[in-house]
């Protein structure tokens, strides 16, 4: 294989390829990316055995041909080159890189020994035609997914499609975001509910970081799913099992109801939390057209502040944990929260106010 491109794409995306690689030890060819010319073009593949990357870069093919190559070595060498064009030869195993002053051989092994990467050879249900808003919305969500793969249903994000819209769900049971798209050229024929994994659309958002402005096409196989761009492929296993209900635990109506503004409010609950426990308990006492913030420790002392807002019912004090409050806050961009609550120890919901499409259930710590 002899290819010429430039630095700058090729290192785009072989940071893409590179992150989902790892250290394994009963596998090395998995701590390798596949380099191969396909289409006129140098294809670069990585995989975990549960999501594949592939993408294209451009570049002048002299040769045909295929390696696999140490990620980290391969991706941290080509990061430190200038702007230039380089030149990328293998022979006998081995993969030549030249760049003006600098050259290099890495140590490689057969391309025949690579992973097999699922091809997903059906047309797309969804057109997202721009990344960032993909990115954008799922990155309200993601970080509400349980971290502990004990209960996997919950350990990935929900997508609900319908004609009409698509859902974003993920919850870890203390706390609950879902997101809603409102998009009517969904291509499906009838209701669609799938979970993918956390680490996947984490990947996802991370490639749309780097190519923001990319239509990404969403395409679902049998039991794996794909989000495709011109240049860049995910492929990812879809989770088994059953999403809970998790409807039921939204309110529909509130004892008490709050309006203030969304970045005092986040200042405060932050100032709280120096006091805070060592459960990060925040205590939020409500009434009318004011809300005191109030954190102690025995150890370190107490904060108390008040902030004016809104307030619509009856007077309620309830004690949230502030790291899950803040997650919720900062998923918001809208002026001015609501915050919706029934007692002590139900369910509360923040929303952006004057605005529809995100909420935030987020259960209280019980006394």
Do not use: H
């Amino acid at each position: 294989m002899k290819i010429i491109c430039l630095q700058e794409n090729l290192k785009t995306n072989l940071n893409i390829t590179q992150n989902i690689v790892g250290r394994n030890l009963t596998l090395p060819i998995l701590n390798n990316l596949l380099l191969e010319t396909e289409g006129g073009r140098l294809k670069i593949s990585s995989t975990n055995l549960e999501i594949g990357i592939n993408t294209w870069t451009s570049g002048k093919i002299e040769k045909q041909g295929s390696i696999t190559c140490p990620a980290k070595i391969l991706s941290s060498f080509i990061n430190s080159l200038p702007n230039k064009k380089i030149e990328l030869e293998v022979k006998d195993n081995t993969l030549f890189v030249r760049c003006e002053n600098y050259k290099a051989s890495i140590k490689g092994l057969p391309s025949d020994d690579f992973p097999l990467i699922p091809k997903i050879k059906e047309k797309p249900i969804i057109i997202f035609k721009k990344g960032e808003i993909l990115k954008n919305n799922l990155s309200q969500v993601v970080g509400s997914a349980a971290l502990s793969e004990s209960r996997p249903e919950i350990s990935g994000i929900l997508f609900k499609i319908d004609k009409e819209a698509i859902k974003f769900v993920a919850t870890d049971s203390f706390r609950l975001a879902e997101k809603t798209i409102y998009q009517t050229n969904n291509l499906i024929t009838k209701p669609i509910s799938l979970i993918i994994p956390q680490r996947t659309i984490q990947e996802l958002i991370r490639i749309l970081t780097e190519k923001p402005d990319n239509e990404v096409r969403f395409i679902l196989g049998d039991s794996q799913v794909l989000f495709e761009t011109n240049e860049v492929q995910l492929i990812s296993r879809i989770i088994d099992g059953q999403y809970p209900d998790y409807q039921q635990i939204i309110p529909k109506s509130f004892e008490t109801q709050a309006t203030l503004l969304k970045d005092e409010f986040v200042n405060n609950i932050k100032i709280a939390s120096i006091f805070s426990s060592k459960i990060n308990d925040v205590k939020l006492s409500i009434y009318s057209g004011k809300i005191d913030i109030l954190s102690q420790d025995a150890d370190l002392g107490e904060n108390k502040s008040q902030i004016p807002a809104d307030v619509k019912g009856k007077p309620m004090e309830v004690i949230f944990n502030f790291r899950y409050f803040l997650d919720g806050l900062s998923n918001i961009s809208t002026k001015n929260v609501s915050l919706g609550l029934n007692s002590e120890t139900s369910p509360s919901v923040i929303r952006p106010s004057g605005e529809d499409g995100f909420l935030y259930v987020i259960m209280p710590i019980k006394t």
